[in-house]
């Protein structure tokens, strides 16, 4: 793991020690509390071309694609909570609908950031090690997608 991605681990966890005084029982974690504390609006609509974008002009809000199932709604919602905390810069949308493709280097950071977010490593390890659960019981409980879920266990 490079230094930026350890980075965005990091800033991952702290936002999560931060909020979980005011998430009660997680997994789930609660992006709603979370975008919150940060003073984040989140809207949704069914687009083609992006899965989220963020900006911090007028407002700080973040713009999902409602057509996304809810796991991928959830990471690309986190996804963009990384870019926001770890102060990377806004998204843009180009006048044809596509957005700006990111540097690769801040994209990745934003996936580590979300896969934290939302799969945060402690967590799952505990429930590991508990034992029978399987896969698709456990991305039920993180309400994440199985691809995510596969991505983050294969770190472990
Ligand atoms: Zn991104």
Redesign the pocket.
Known sequence: MTNEEKEAKIAATELLSATRPLMGDVPPVSLGVICKVLGIEVYAMPCSSF????SRKPTLFILANSNLKPGRFRFSVA??L??FTLA?PS?FILADGK?VQ?DAR??RQ??IFASELLLPESLLREDLKRGGVSASDLSKRYRVSRQALDIKLRTL
Do not use: I, K, T
């Open positions: 899965g989220a974008v963020f996804h963009e990384g870019h990377h998204s957005r990111g801040l994209e934003a996936d």
